[in-house]
Nanobody, 116 residues
């Protein structure tokens, strides 16, 4: 059974930074799977914000472009998202999941709250 566990969220002031982690287990190889980070703002639908292809190419949606870096550690089977210059619009629950094809079982996500 594939399991995704997100962590690293918290309360940060505007302008701050965070690095989120997504630890995968149960047969999914983060190093060779196209993966994405998704964000669900309060009261809104979940949206893709960044992704990395099987061969390491990265892409960022407009809200995060220039402020984020998606990466992975194949040895740890973990996906990361580093975000800087955070603003109130970055508040939400952050999830990781596959970028293409069928969804993997969703984790609980990690809450990011940007507030002074």
């Amino acid at each position: 059974q594939v399991q995704l566990v997100e962590s690293g969220g918290g309360l940060v002031p505007p302008g701050g930074s965070l690095t989120l982690s997504c630890a995968a287990s149960g047969g999914i190889d983060i190093g060779t799977t196209a993966m994405g980070w998704y964000r669900q703002p309060p009261g809104k639908q979940r949206e893709l914000i960044a992704d990395i292809t099987y061969d390491g190419r990265t892409h960022y949606e407009v809200p995060l472009k220039g402020r984020a870096t998606i990466s992975r550690d194949a040895a740890k089977n973990t996906l990361y998202l580093h975000m800087n210059n955070l603003n109130h619009e970055d508040t939400g629950v952050y999830f990781c999941n596959s970028r293409y094809g069928s969804w993997l079982p969703w984790g609980s996500g990690t809450q990011v709250t940007v507030s002074s």
